[in-house]
């Protein structure tokens, strides 16, 4: 008998339920469900036995066996059939064992003119002790929802002798006081999905000092610029959708999209922006529904555009009506005070969402990002919002506002920039000592990270466990990419969080990692 992690090891090809649409009478009960019906019928055990009856009463009926392997000629008795021959010889017993044993995540039900075909993959199917609740009737999105590297990484950095490269924290010290005085009752109340009038206002206002023309009433007020992600995902993506984001790019947008079940193609970064004839290229070829950009200190290569690529990108983007979704959380964080205008305020006809958040300047804890949308766009946007969670939380919008527009949040930021530049000079010091022979990488002029490419390319990600065995955590390179595999050999690391006490120690400890590796692969 086999057990069934030994059946999920061996069941290396998807399989499928074929219903013939020749009986009518006996087929119908399953043609008239919904796909979604399918599933759920197949989620329970004990609703897959009523099935099992249902059709066992069908094959009985010789003239019109109702389910059988599509790789069997003749029709089957028995409705379940394997992807291999040697299975498929197995299969009564094996069909006893999953009944027992397995429950199944159907993948794919194509109700067709002939058939019925519900095929499940060999990653659809769980051992029934982790099938709980109603895990098979989720949708079926969720078997793209991918969990978050980094925040397992944070979940293992939590030891607090880890010196913790990985995240992407403001630093303690730097998280400023909240003052709860002056806060009205009222404030508890429920509020506008647009936010607080006067938040909306101060930070219209601030945009427009940027150079993106714009009113408060384009302004919505979300839980975190994670939350715009959300919502023009939503806004945008189906299944097969083609968008376009930069390589490598933000973690949680490509988890959020890939959740949508997004095509996400890929334009390399360069020193000063993306590579603009890739870019012209994917434009021209797959007409995205949106592009992805974190122009100013991105997230994870701390690059900055040029004047010149924000430019150009404008233009073809205005060329192509393409909708640009410009993401800017680390604006704020310049070490030369340089600041350029977002590219949004340089298009002239495509539409765009321009979003930010006070996470990474004042408090991640508060939750509260903001988006600008271009006219076209925000009524959805706004629906979208309110369907999500009906509004970002007042209290975090108030404390915001104590800030936003004020002297004392240009003088906490002068403070942040000059604390951060510090760490960052400590932290290339650092590298220098530690990493000149095996990597190489730009000094950031903003932002909370480092970015390096290894001389000698390896799989960063293989790199994470001997790491946190030396008690250092740090982000691989390669999920940041669409197709990871394709781009091995970079790895992240924040400068802002750790305890410079402890920096040197950390970037020696994983610099013997990646050598000891390296060593490996050579031998
Ligand atoms: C590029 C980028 N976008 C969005 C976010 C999410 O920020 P928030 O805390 O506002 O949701 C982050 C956070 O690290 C980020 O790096």
Not at 208 to 215: E, F, S, T, W
Request: a neutral charge; hydrophobic letters at 45%; proline letters at 5%.
């Amino acid at each position: 008998m086999l057990e069934p992690h030994t059946f999920l090891c061996q069941f290396q090809q998807a399989f499928a339920l074929v219903g013939l649409r020749r009986n009518a009478v006996d087929q119908v009960h399953l043609l008239q469900l919904a796909q979604r019906h399918v599933q759920r019928l197949l989620a329970h055990a004990e609703q897959f036995q009523q099935l099992l009856h249902a059709q066992g009463r069908v094959a009985r009926d010789k003239k019109y066996d109702a389910l059988v392997h599509p790789a069997q000629a003749a029709a089957f008795e028995h409705f379940i059939g394997f992807g291999s021959e040697r299975l498929v010889a197995e299969e009564e017993r094996l069909h006893r064992l999953l009944l027992a044993a397995l429950v199944f995540k159907v993948k794919h039900v194509d109700v067709s003119i002939q058939a019925v075909v519900i095929s499940v993959n060999q990653f659809d199917v769980f051992p029934t002790g982790f099938a709980t609740g109603d895990l098979m009737a989720f949708s079926e999105r969720v078997t793209r929802l991918k969990s978050s590297l980094i925040r397992e990484i944070l979940a293992a950095a939590q030891r607090p002798q880890v010196m913790s490269f990985a995240g992407g924290l403001p630093a303690e010290a730097m998280l400023p006081a909240l003052q709860w005085e002056g806060m009205p009752l009222n404030i508890g109340q429920y509020g506008m999905s647009e936010g607080e009038p006067q938040l909306r206002e101060l930070l219209a206002a601030e945009a427009r000092a940027l150079g993106v023309p714009c009113q408060a009433s384009q302004v919505l007020v979300v839980s975190g610029s994670q939350q715009t992600l959300d919502l023009a995902a939503k806004l945008y993506i189906d299944k097969g959708t083609k968008i376009l984001l930069e390589g490598p790019t933000y973690l949680a947008a490509l988890q959020i999209f890939q959740l949508f079940g997004a095509d996400c193609l890929t334009v390399q970064l360069e020193a000063d922006g993306p590579d603009l004839a890739s870019l012209r290229t994917n434009l021209e070829r797959h007409r995205p529904a949106f592009i992805y950009l974190i122009p100013t200190f991105q997230n994870p290569s701390a690059v900055r555009y040029s004047e010149a690529k924000r430019e150009a990108v404008a233009a073809l983007l205005d060329e192509f009506g393409v909708t640009l979704i410009e993401d800017e959380p680390y604006r704020e964080l310049t070490f030369d005070g340089g600041s350029a205008k977002p590219i949004v305020g340089r298009l002239n006809k495509a539409s765009w969402i321009y979003t930010g958040t006070v996470s990474k300047t004042l408090l991640p804890g508060l939750r509260v990002g903001y988006l600008i949308a271009s006219p076209d766009l925000f009524p959805h946007l706004l629906k979208l919002k309110q369907s999500a969670d009906l509004h970002t939380n007042r209290v975090g919008q108030w404390q915001a506002m104590q800030w936003i527009g004020t002297q004392k949040y240009q003088q906490h930021l002068v403070q942040l920039r000059s604390f951060y530049r510090e760490r960052r000079d400590a932290f290339q010091a650092a590298l220098l000592r530690h990493f000149g022979e095996l990597a190489d990488w730009q000094v950031p002029q903003g932002g909370l990270f480092f970015w390096l490419t290894l001389k000698q390319p390896l799989d960063t990600r293989t790199l994470l466990a001997p790491a946190l065995d030396q008690d250092v955590a740090f982000m691989p390179g390669e999920p940041f990419f669409s197709e990871p595999d394709q781009h091995l050999g970079s790895l992240r690391l924040n400068f802002s969080h750790i305890d410079p006490s402890r920096l040197d120690e950390g970037l020696k400890r994983l610099a013997a990692v990646v050598c000891q590796a390296q060593h490996a692969q050579a031998a």
